[in-house]
């Protein structure tokens, strides 16, 4: 099976069996979109929904943001066969992982399911929020997913317990 691997700001689109597009999630959001019919589908990866109003973004950034995300990658399957009103979605991510970081990943997933409301693609899955990060993984030709909790983080780093001073007379040189 053929692996494609995916990072934030990225996007694929596959018509070819045995093909797995796959990606790793904390707040970030992944939009799985498939036409069926034409058997072709593609998966994002981004960071966050939209930019605040007003807020100028560089072009270099703008595949951060799910608004340009999405149209990337709906124009990319559209390029390649499928038909916009065959798409159906699947959406993944949207943790939030960060303490510090607020609500950022539940906004994140409200933006994507705003946008396919908005454009009249219908969600038939979705595996968002929570507290953990995701390791995704989408076989665009079958339509199928799976969603897996990333329990295999690195363990912290220990620091060693401190040496107790030794008592008594210390000579330094």
């Given at each position: 099976?053929?692996?494609?691997?995916?990072?934030?700001?990225?996007?694929?689109?596959?018509?070819?069996?045995?093909?797995?597009?796959?990606?790793?999630?904390?707040?970030?959001?992944?939009?799985?979109?498939?036409?069926?019919?034409?058997?072709?589908?593609?998966?994002?990866?981004?960071?966050?929904?939209?930019?605040?109003?007003?807020?100028?973004?560089?072009?270099?950034?703008?595949q951060?943001?799910?608004?340009?995300?999405?149209?990337?990658?709906?124009?990319?399957?559209?390029?390649?066969?499928?038909?916009?009103?065959?798409?159906?979605?699947?959406l993944?991510?949207?943790?939030?992982?960060?303490?510090?970081?607020?609500?950022?990943?539940?906004?994140?997933?409200?933006?994507?399911?705003?946008?396919?409301?908005?454009?009249?693609?219908?969600?038939?899955?979705?595996?968002?929020?929570?507290?953990?990060?995701?390791?995704?993984?989408?076989?665009?030709?079958?339509?199928?997913?799976?969603?897996?909790?990333?329990?295999?983080?690195?363990?912290?780093?220990?620091?060693?317990a401190?040496?107790?001073?030794?008592?008594?007379?210390?000579?330094?040189?």
């Amino acid at each position: 099976m053929r692996r494609i691997s995916i990072i934030q700001g990225e996007h694929a689109v596959v018509t070819e069996p045995d093909t797995v597009i796959s990606t790793v999630l904390g707040s970030c959001i992944a939009v799985c979109l498939r036409d069926g019919v034409a058997r072709i589908g593609g998966m994002n990866h981004f960071l966050l929904g939209e930019p605040d109003p007003g807020h100028h973004i560089s072009v270099q950034d703008r595949q951060r943001y799910g608004l340009h995300a999405m149209e990337l990658l709906i124009n990319a399957l559209m390029g390649r066969g499928a038909v916009r009103s065959r798409l159906t979605a699947q959406l993944y991510g949207g943790g939030n992982v960060v303490a510090g970081l607020g609500t950022i990943g539940q906004s994140n997933a409200d933006f994507a399911r705003r946008f396919l409301q908005t454009e009249n693609i219908p969600l038939i899955h979705a595996d968002v929020g929570g507290t953990h990060a995701r390791r995704v993984e989408f076989l665009p030709v079958e339509g199928k997913a799976r969603s897996t909790a990333v329990t295999d983080a690195p363990p912290p780093v220990m620091r060693p317990a401190p040496v107790p001073a030794a008592s008594g007379d210390l000579e330094l040189f």
